[in-house]
């Protein structure tokens, strides 16, 4: 079992930049992707980026990439979202995830911690 809890978010303005934490607890196997997602009220949940456990290899939506970061600090269980040059339209929850490398499905989410940018 994994539990994964999310923190960072708020109220931003455009262009401000914010960074989320997502700490991971239990059984971390060195196969897992860490990943990054987020929705808008009445849209659909949308990748934003994930990264291995092992190895740190990332991989960005097009709607975020050259603006978020994504990183891991595997001492602390911790991944975080550097957010840089933010939009309106990056307003949404923000959700932690992870699944294991061989299969598709992220198993474990967290609750979610809410990012607002205005105009």
């Known amino acids: 079992q994994v539990q994964l809890v999310e923190s960072g978010g708020g109220l931003v303005q455009a262009g401000d930049s914010l960074t989320l934490s997502c700490v991971v607890s239990?059984?971390?196997?060195?196969?897992?992707?860490m990943a990054w997602f987020r929705q808008a009220p009445g849209k659909e949940r949308e990748f934003v980026a994930r990264i291995m456990w092992t190895g740190g290899i990332t991989y960005y939506g097009d709607s975020v990439k050259g603006r978020f970061t994504i990183s891991k600090d595997n001492a602390k269980n911790t991944v975080f979202l550097q957010m840089n040059s933010l939009k309106p339209e990056d307003t949404a929850v923000y959700y932690c995830a992870v699944r294991r490398a061989i299969v598709n499905e992220y198993a474990y989410w967290g609750q979610g911690t809410q990012v607002t940018v205005s105009s």
């Open positions: 239990g059984h971390i196997l060195s196969s897992y992707v």
